[in-house]
């Protein structure tokens, strides 16, 4: 774009910044000759071979991004003198790959030193997962669900979990092998496929949902280590509190261990591996040890079909069903997303994600299931713990544990009176069937401290990538990392503060069920990412990984929502209620970016197909609406125009704003194409509902004519022209006011609908001061010239205007939001003189149902035969009613054949004095007014003086007169044309001339 500079002595505000509206600038870097294009082709060359370079994002951690040279360089190559420029691998220029500005993303964070820590698939992802994965469940839960479900319905309750983390898995393997992936695991898979809405709003509660699990799983070793104090009783305090100071001690290491680096909890991680496969080995282990007498009594046998049988059927109690006991063991499958929650720190995140995810899945879901059927084969669900509870003759043995009667054990009193062992009653049962009681007790410590070890790195990690998205303003101070790893340290101390205030006044009961739907809402989204990106079907969509289908995903979706219900109906619905919440507080912010996301390849496919759609069915005229096409040249230059539009269109209809470029094709192209975006930017800003869009053409009325035969899409056309009145027409010469006449004809030629605005005398007296010496301020732009009047009339920001530019600044400021503001309490005056099929009459009803125009009322003025004044207000009042159009009043004019006063006339005689032929004179001008020409119209020029006699009389006090406007007919010249318009609005409100294309657009029919 140009400059505003000093031209000819015209004031210049040297101090307006005009980038502050528009799109950023940036200045190209210098380029060099490579050498690998001379030899390829064997001379020197300006287009370049493909290379990954030029792909690449701005600011890349991976490599510089190189530029490529335009076609319009390609182009003038030839015209140069000297050597070829070649452009070669150069600094960022702040452009995406598409030449557009690119909003910086997590690549365009700071480059991490070569020396920081990446993971490969196994320490990185597998093991995290599987940690995860096999918690205290895997211990101390396990055998109640089974001895409850039976294993039956336990293996149901195992598969079905998988089944949904393994759904999640494919579709999360599918995003993550759909382009490059960076730090922030779930909340940056989410927010790259469904955009910041959906990602701002998940990430925000999955990094909480972490940082409150560190507190769940430190509580539970707490209470493991308490529970040891307590046998051998050796409490601190009490307790309760006991739990809390082991806790906050157990944080504080955990904290130790992730601030010092990822390799030090990567070694952490890989200890506690070994301590929890030892526990694991010895459960199995411990099965095939022959039992002891105290064993048996306890309900532990070894390997026995008869209780494995037993076991098979359900035996819910204590009110227990399926779904509760699904419910109890399903948070144990939600660590599928430790590995890609540290997706940044990872060598090849697109293949270590998929293949460590997935194997994670496999081998933790094999081993729930094998333990499980080990001990449902071995225990049975009852037992007294009594060693003389034997089989004896003639008593009998009944009761649930049929098999241990067998087996020579008689726990008959359980039926009765609760026991203590067996699956369902004692929560130990692992400790006693391993065959060494402590290596549990040690794997529980295990499973407890690697789950809030991942938690405690995922937190801090999700949350970053948030942050440093910066869709949430207010924590963007936690976006810093420090270390050759980027760390989070702010994050990390977040994370803790949180966890420790959970520990110590937490209810951790209750918070849980929400915390696990919060992890289950985030698989959701993953699956539907997956859904909806595959719906879309955009050519971008390409993941590398093939095994995955988009109803699939769909149905995974699904059935995390039914998930979450099950588990706690409330807890959903919070969790639902959080997100909706966030996702509106996103949404109303919009964060500027754009990651290309399949929500916008979506809305794209859909207005396609709505548009094609439309296109089927013909127009109903209880369906109009108007579309507006509105000539205001640049989207700044006529705001009240704009904006008057814009309430007629609203959100309910088409409304362009159009300018038409006037000179040379090849630079009226340039400009044209520079202020596109420029345009569309302002109009986005400034929340007006409207496109931009520009023609550039030899002479303005061929550019006006193709604005209106081509704009639009199908039925999406305009169908109203709303121009602006010409104020300077007595100034601006032959041909300016034939081509603005010309318009005006050739859109009654074309059946549309038509619209002038002419604005308050504010305006007038703006743009007499800001053009003088007649100056134009057209609807078109003459290529490549720079108004600096206009650049003059904006606020000076470091030194104060003169008095001209202050009191110019005031009245445009005022004159241009005169339509933006709500209106005060007033009238809409519409002045129906002519039936145009029900416009005059619609557009006004249709302001007053915008909620800047609802104190506005609507007036309705007819023209009427005198003595038959009241029968035609019954039939306007009858007609009104059928439409259900209400007004305040309805007036019957019986004397507009009156003449016009003297004094009236005298005002339209010096308005065309300049542009009289009298048949004295020798000048052979044919656009000059005749005497014959007044004569023909004589009549219809006194109607629009004596219009504008009745308008002074009964409407100079409305916010917005309406007038039906006159026809340019045959034979009327272009200037006396042009002075019935300006005597018809003379010293007027604003004033609304409208003309329909005589088709109906109101009905009374339903």
């Not at 020197?44 to 370079?53: E, F």
């Not at 309805?890 to 003449?899: A, E, G, R, S």
């Amino acid at each position: 774009m140009e400059r505003s500079r000093s031209n000819g002595g015209e004031h210049v505000n040297n101090a307006y910044d005009s980038t502050l509206d528009e799109p950023p600038h940036y200045e190209e870097a210098s380029r060099a000759v490579r050498p690998s294009v001379v030899s390829a082709f064997g001379h020197d060359t300006l287009d370049r071979v493909p290379n990954i370079d030029f792909y690449r994002n701005a600011g890349s951690v991976s490599g510089h991004r190189a530029v490529r040279p335009s076609l319009q360089e390609l182009h003038e190559v030839f015209q140069k003198n000297g050597g070829i420029s070649v452009p070669d691998t150069v600094a960022d220029d702040g452009e995406g790959s598409s030449g557009t500005p690119y909003d910086p993303d997590l690549e365009s964070a700071v480059p991490i030193d070569k020396g920081g820590v990446k993971f490969g698939w196994i320490r990185g992802v597998l093991v995290r997962c599987m940690l995860n994965i096999w918690g205290v469940m895997l211990f101390i839960r396990l055998s109640w669900i089974f001895g409850h479900a039976g294993w039956g319905l336990g293996i149901v309750v195992i598969v079905l979990s998988c089944v949904v983390t393994t759904i999640t898995g494919l579709s999360m393997s599918a995003i993550c092998t759909n382009g490059v992936v960076r730090g922030g695991g779930a909340y940056y898979l989410i927010s790259r496929s469904l955009g910041p809405e959906f990602g701002g709003s998940i990430g925000l509660i999955f990094a909480f949902a972490n940082a409150v699990a560190v507190s769940m799983y430190v509580v539970g070793f707490a209470e493991t280590v308490v529970d040891l104090l307590k046998d051998n009783d050796v409490l601190m305090v009490d307790e309760i509190n006991d739990i809390r100071i082991v806790g906050c001690i157990t944080v504080v290491l955990l904290l130790g261990i992730s601030v010092a680096g990822m390799e030090w909890e990567a070694k952490a991680q890989i200890v506690l591996l070994i301590i929890l496969l030892v526990a694991i080995v010895n459960v199995i282990v411990g099965t095939f040890i022959p039992v002891t007498e105290s064993k048996k009594a306890t309900g532990i046998f070894n390997y026995n079909s008869k209780i494995f049988l037993e076991n098979f059927t359900p035996d819910f109690r204590h009110g227990e069903t399926f779904f509760s006991v699904f419910a109890i063991f399903f948070p144990a499958a939600t660590g599928i997303l430790a590995g890609a929650n540290i997706s940044g720190d990872l060598r090849d995140p697109q293949a270590a994600i998929p293949k460590g995810t997935l194997l994670a899945i496999l081998i933790t879901g094999v081993t729930y299931l094998g333990i499980a059927l080990c001990v449902s084969a071995t225990v049975v669900r009852d037992a007294t713990g009594n060693i003389n509870d034997t089989v004896t003759p003639g008593v009998p043995c009944t009761g649930p544990s049929i098999a241990a009667c067998e087996l020579g054990y008689n726990f008959s009193s359980c039926a009765e009176t609760e026991c203590e062992f067996g699956l369902i009653n004692n929560v130990q049962v692992m400790t006693l069937v391993s065959g060494f009681g402590p290596l549990i007790i040690a794997g529980t410590f295990s499973a407890t401290l690697s789950s809030a070890l991942a938690s405690l790195v995922s937190a801090p990690k999700v949350f970053q990538a948030l942050c440093q998205d910066n869709i949430y303003k207010i924590l963007h101070f936690f976006a810093k990392g420090y270390g050759k790893n980027n760390e989070p340290i702010r994050g990390y101390i977040l994370t803790f503060i949180i966890s420790v205030a959970f520990i110590l006044v937490g209810d951790l009961d209750t918070i849980a069920p929400i915390i696990s739907n919060f992890f289950l809402a985030s698989y959701a989204l993953i699956n539907f990412s997956c859904f909806h990106a595959s719906y879309a079907k955009s050519p971008g969509w390409r993941p590398a990984y093939k095994y995955y289908n988009m109803w699939l995903s769909l149905l995974g979706a699904l059935l995390c929502c039914v998930v979450m219900f099950v588990i706690n109906w409330w807890a959903a619905l919070l969790t639902y209620g959080i997100e909706i919440l966030l996702y509106i507080y996103v949404t109303v912010k919009k964060p500027d970016v754009n990651w290309g996301s399949s929500t916008q390849a979506v809305t794209f496919v859909s207005a396609v197909g709505n548009a094609l759609s439309l296109s089927g069915v013909n127009d109903h005229v209880k369906n109009f609406r108007p579309q507006i096409l509105a000539l205001t040249g640049g989207a700044r230059n006529r705001p009240a125009l704009l904006d008057l539009a814009h309430s007629f269109s609203k959100n309910y209809g088409l409304c362009l704003t159009c300018e038409v470029f006037v000179g040379p094709r090849s630079e009226a192209l340039e400009e044209m194409n520079s202020g596109m975006e420029r345009n569309q930017l302002w109009l986005r800003k400034t929340k007006r509902k409207a496109f931009y869009a520009a023609v550039a053409c030899d002479e303005f009325r061929q550019g006006a004519e193709s604005l209106l035969q081509a704009s639009g899409l199908g039925r999406m056309k305009p169908n109203t022209l709303m121009i602006g009145f010409k104020r300077n027409w007595r100034t601006a010469g032959t041909e300016g006011v034939q081509t603005y006449v010309g318009i005006l004809i050739m859109h009654s030629c074309q059946y549309e609908n038509f619209s002038m605005l002419k604005a308050a005398k504010e305006q007038q007296a703006l743009d007499n001061e800001a053009m003088p010496n007649g100056g134009k301020k057209g609807m078109f732009r003459k290529s490549r010239k720079s108004s600096t009047h206009v650049l003059a009339t904006r606020v000076s920001v470091c030194a104060p205007p003169t008095p001209q530019v202050a009191k110019m600044n005031e009245k445009l400021l005022e004159a241009s939001a005169q339509f933006k503001k709500k209106q005060p309490k007033g009238t809409i005056d519409v002045w129906w003189l002519f039936d145009d099929g029900g416009l005059t009459l619609l557009l006004p009803y249709i302001l007053t149902t915008r909620k800047k125009w609802k104190d506005s009322k609507l007036r309705i003025f007819i023209a009427g035969q005198p003595g038959r004044s009241d029968l035609d207000k019954q039939e306007m009042k009858s007609l009104l009613q059928k439409f259900r159009i209400n007004c305040t009043d309805i007036n019957v004019i019986d004397d507009i054949h009156i003449p016009p006063r003297a004094d009236s006339l005298r005002k339209l005689d010096d308005m065309i004095e300049p542009f009289r032929l009298h048949e004295e004179s020798k000048d052979s001008a044919p656009w000059k007014i005749t005497d014959e020409e007044l004569s023909t119209f004589e009549e219809k020029t006194n109607l629009q003086i004596r219009l504008n006699e009745l308008l002074q009389e009964n409407s100079k006090s409305a916010n917005l007169i309406v007038v039906s406007m006159p026809i340019a007919r045959k034979g009327v010249s272009d200037f006396l044309y042009m002075a019935w318009l300006d005597i018809l609005t003379k010293d007027l409100p604003p004033t609304l001339l409208i003309r329909g294309n005589h088709k109906s657009v109101l009905t009374f029919y339903s």
